[in-house]
């Protein structure tokens, strides 16, 4: 029988005897090194964890008391000091500081990674009460902007800004502190073994071992065994899964798959969808796709189409935001994982996580519709002032003593037959005017290609005439003595038979 070797695969061998090293180096101290190379990295993975975990506590505390203070007083009682003290004294304990061992005991849901850690005594106590920071915090404001000092409004705006910018610091810190924890739970270390027996046999309580008699037989019932063997279907699913070097070739060109397409076109509101979707798909999510499909977004507001502009944007940030947690590579199991993590985040509103990413959302809208505010007016600059030398095809007269004329076909003949199917609507219109400088005006608005098929057209149908002006009585008498000539020739008999007497 096949022999299922995963249960090593969280650990973390450094004194491996079979670990080959260069000649030159000695390999007790190559093992040494590596010994203390992986503890000075869990203790800095646990500093940073530990850091993180106070900084999230401490701003998510300073954004409840923000929000409290500008929603209890008014903006001219936030300039006094004292007011602000006494309101958030009563609403709060003053002394109520970071304190993880409560921590602990009121949330059962504090994940595994974080119940583990220790806090020493002083480092309790060397942290501010909450209270106090808000009072820093205003201290800040008013140092930084003086004109605040007599401006309520102006410090609520300011306090406002510094709440979006903690807003963008949690969420953040909360994906770094995700990954962080998902990297400490892959490896097994000394830490997680604990003491299970301590004496070498157990006096079973009497009670305890009838209801274990009772239960067995249920439990016999239920229990299943299932063998991973190393021919498994899950292990072949796996290789399956790894990225191939074709398809990494296609992030190198800057272009939506269509796998990404279809993500974009699930609706932002059903998270449900769009996490199933990724678990599905997780290869689109790269900063690649970000960038790819973020670009449709200017398309869609150069448009007019403002609601998919958001659209878009939503899809694409959750792309860059899953991508980042995953580290950036094309780790499959390790993108589906972060999928899971970014998702129970978005979607439990208890945290931070899903406050910071809309707000991240609507800067992302407004800068993509100032920016496309100003594409428009350049390209409307450029419409009303071309450059010389630019192709334009505009009807103009050679001679000075003439003028072209337009008109429109007359109706049932063959010319206006070739007017009303060839010619376009705009077009036509502008000849039933009569007026040559509409027709200009419709040829301005043309590509070359198109304005010259149109004139061939034009002068099938003999839409444009010319027409001209005499000087002086010789030019009309010439004029006149041409025109009766040519009468005079259309007199004379073609056929030689009539003219034989």
């Known amino acids: 029988m096949p022999i299922d070797y995963s249960k090593w695969d969280k650990i973390e061998l450094s004194d491996d005897s079979d670990v080959e090293v260069h000649p ?3 390999k007790r101290s190559f093992i040494k090194w590596k010994q203390r190379d992986i503890h000075e990295k869990r203790q800095q993975r646990n500093i940073e964890i530990k850091s993180i975990l106070v900084q999230l506590t401490m701003y998510a505390k300073l954004n409840a008391r923000l929000d409290f203070l500008m929603e209890e007083l008014q903006p001219l009682d936030l300039l006094d000091e004292s007011k602000v003290k006494s309101a958030i004294d009563a609403e709060y304990d003053p002394t109520e500081r ?18 583990d850690l220790e806090f020493s005594k002083e480092e309790v106590e060397s942290m501010p009460p909450y209270n ?14 003086p004109e605040v ?5 102006k410090l609520t705006q300011h306090l406002k800004e510094h709440r979006a910018k903690i807003d963008d610091i949690l969420l953040k810190q909360t994906i770094k502190l995700d990954s962080l924890l998902q990297e400490k739970a892959n490896l097994i270390s000394s830490d997680d073994y604990h ?16 209801a274990k008699a009772k239960a067995a037989p249920s439990t016999a019932l239920t229990t299943e065994t299932s063998i991973e063997t190393l021919n498994s279907p899950t292990l072949q699913l796996a290789k399956t899964e790894t990225t191939s070097s074709q398809e990494q070739d296609e992030y190198d060109q800057l272009h939506v798959l269509p796998e990404t397409a279809a993500f974009a076109q699930i609706p932002y509101h059903q998270q449900d969808k769009g996490r199933d979707f990724l678990l599905q798909n ?11 499909l973020i670009m449709t977004a200017f398309d869609h507001q150069l448009e007019g189409k403002e609601n998919l502009t958001k659209q878009v944007v939503y899809q694409s940030l959750i792309l860059q935001y899953i991508g980042q947690l995953a580290g950036g590579g094309q780790d499959l199991a390790r993108v589906r994982q972060s999928v899971q993590l970014f998702f129970s985040n978005l979607m439990n509103k208890s945290t931070p996580v899903a406050a910071a990413f809309n707000d991240d959302v609507d800067r992302t809208v407004k800068h993509i519709q100032t920016r496309c505010k100003i594409i428009q007016e350049e390209r409307q600059g450029q419409g009303e002032d071309q450059e010389e030398g630019s192709e334009v095809i ?3 007269s050679l001679d000075d003593s003439t003028q072209l004329t337009v008109h429109t076909p ?16 705009e077009m036509q219109e502008a000849i039933k005017t009569g007026e040559l400088d509409e027709v200009n005006k419709v040829f301005a608005a043309m590509k070359v290609e198109d304005a010259e098929n149109a004139l061939e057209i034009i002068n099938e149908c003999n839409v444009i005439g010319l027409s001209g002006y005499l000087e002086n009585e010789q030019e009309f008498e010439d004029l006149k003595a041409r025109q009766e000539h040519n009468t005079d020739q259309q007199d004379i008999p073609t056929s030689t038979a009539d003219s034989v007497d």
């Open 24 to 26: 030159n180096v000695d």
């Open 98 to 115: 970071f304190n993880y061992e409560k921590i602990k005991s009121e949330k059962d849901d504090l994940r595994k990674g974080l119940r």
């Open 195 to 210: 003491t299970g027996f301590d004496s070498s046999f157990i006096n079973k309580n009497k009670e305890d071992a009838e």
């Open 394 to 396: 505009q009807l103009r």
């Open 132 to 145: 106090e920071m808000v009072e820093d915090l205003f201290t800040q404001v008013k140092e930084d902007h």
């Open 410 to 425: 007359e109706e049932g003949s063959q010319e206006h037959e070739i007017f009303t199917t060839k010619l376009s609507k």
């Open 282 to 292: 997780p290869k689109i999510c790269n900063e690649n796709q970000k960038d790819a």
């Open 149 to 153: 000092t007599e401006d309520g409004q």
